[in-house]
């Protein structure tokens, strides 16, 4: 038996407006009066007054706008980690503000810092050889678990895979529903999406223990109250989904996810498929895995009026297909969870590509 000992974002501050206490947060990491703080922001904020007036400034520190429009890659993350290891002599901390995207870039851009070579060497389990600085995170979205989890996922030149290591977890987040509140609607719910397949794969999974379980009912009671039970979506749903995907992320901290995560994984990437809707566009096809969770996703679906793309398969050659398997059977770990050790029985690569072709 192998045991977990994985470590935890060490402080958290939670509530509507704490977005404000930040500075007064970081200020005593400062290493030096020169020594700035950099914040990675998502360019989607860039002309919103609202949330980077607020961000605290002082000295040397900084802002750096890194767009989102593809999920984190290991050449951007390398790109920015040397620019700020040329720029200064040190930096005092990194501070992301955004969806997953730009939470992991920052804990990615974090472990560059002190960590030789490029990010791509780290891509694996328990590669990185260093502590990272003091790195802090800060959701604008809220879904991924990204804030809680131990990995960065980022995609490289040969594969899509997280750097997951003791020292990736944040040293503080700052959980604000009030930053998620303008998410729009479409995304909103397929972030709220990763988080509602966090618990079921981790629910349903074969890896499930009372650690996860009590973390996976408790974001699984949220989802569903936020998006299936009230009528409105309201500010109590913000808080509400913020804390389901914290719980989601500590559910799969002590699990694995499954299905619709191996599968999502091969059409990002062999198509650039972003992870929320990448896993709804898989999730609404796997009746036979989850029939419970489909029945209620496609519920979800329905009240919240949201289009799920569909045929992003069609048109694709047999070598893109054998990509996308290689892709997903990579994965394990994730299948094992879903389908026990004997997963090989049921998920053939023609098993594989009949699924591909229903998405
Ligand atoms: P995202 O960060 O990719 O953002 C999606 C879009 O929403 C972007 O266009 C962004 O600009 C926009 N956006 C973000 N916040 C907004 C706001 N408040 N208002 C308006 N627009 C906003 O989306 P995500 O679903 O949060 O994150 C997906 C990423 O998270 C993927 O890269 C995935 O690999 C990663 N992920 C990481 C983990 C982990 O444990 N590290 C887990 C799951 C997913
Ligand atoms: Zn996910």
Redesign the pocket.
């Known amino acids: 038996m192998e045991f977990k000992n994985f470590p935890m974002v060490s402080k958290v501050v939670f509530g509507r407006g704490c977005f404000s206490a930040t500075g007064d947060i970081i200020e005593p990491q400062r290493i030096n009066p020169e020594a700035p703080f950099v914040f990675l922001v ?4 860039e002309n919103r007054d609202s949330l980077i007036s607020r961000i605290p400034l002082k000295g040397n520190d900084k802002i750096m706008f890194v767009s ?2 593809h ?2 890659k290991t050449q951007v993350v390398d790109q920015i980690s040397s620019d700020l290891k040329n720029d200064y002599e040190a930096v005092s901390g990194i501070i992301g503000i ?7 870039m920052a ?1 990615a851009v974090d472990l560059m810092l002190t960590n030789p070579g490029s990010s791509a060497d780290y891509q694996g389990w328990d590669l990185v050889k260093n502590p990272g600085i003091y790195h802090v995170g800060i ?8 804030e ?6 980022l995609s490289g030149p040969e594969r ?1 895979l ?1 750097m997951n290591s003791d020292y990736t977890p944040f040293h503080q987040i700052v959980l604000d529903p009030e ?6 609607k479409n ?1 909103r719910f ?2 709220g999406m ?1 988080c509602y397949i ?1 618990c079921v794969e981790s629910l349903t999974g074969t890896y499930l223990n009372a650690f996860s379980k009590s973390y996976g009912d408790k974001a699984m009671e949220l989802c569903e109250e936020v998006f299936l039970e009230k009528d409105v979506w309201d500010d109590d749903s913000d808080d509400k989904l913020m804390m389901a995907s914290y719980h989601g ?1 500590m559910s799969i901290a002590y699990s694995q996810v499954g299905v619709a995560h191996a599968v999502s994984y091969g059409l ?1 990437f062999l198509l650039g498929t ?3 809707i990448g896993n709804c566009i898989v999730f609404d096809q796997l009746e036979e895995f989850y029939p419970e969770g489909v029945r209620k996703f496609k519920a979800m679906v329905d009240k919240h009026e949201i289009d799920i793309p569909k045929n992003i398969c069609a048109g694709l050659s047999d070598d893109d297909f054998e990509k996308m398997i290689d892709v997903a059977l990579f994965l394990e770990p994730l299948w094992e969870n879903a389908l026990g050790k004997n997963w090989r029985d049921t998920i053939t690569r023609k098993k594989l590509r009949d699924m591909y072709e229903t998405m």
């Open positions: 998502d360019d989607v904020f989102t429009e999920e984190p955004g969806g997953g995207s730009m939470l992991d804990k959701p604008t979205l809220a879904g991924t678990g990204a809680v989890s131990r990995t960065t996922v899509k997280g930053l998620i509140k303008n998410a729009p995304q397929y972030t990763d966090h992320g990002s972003k992870h929320g």
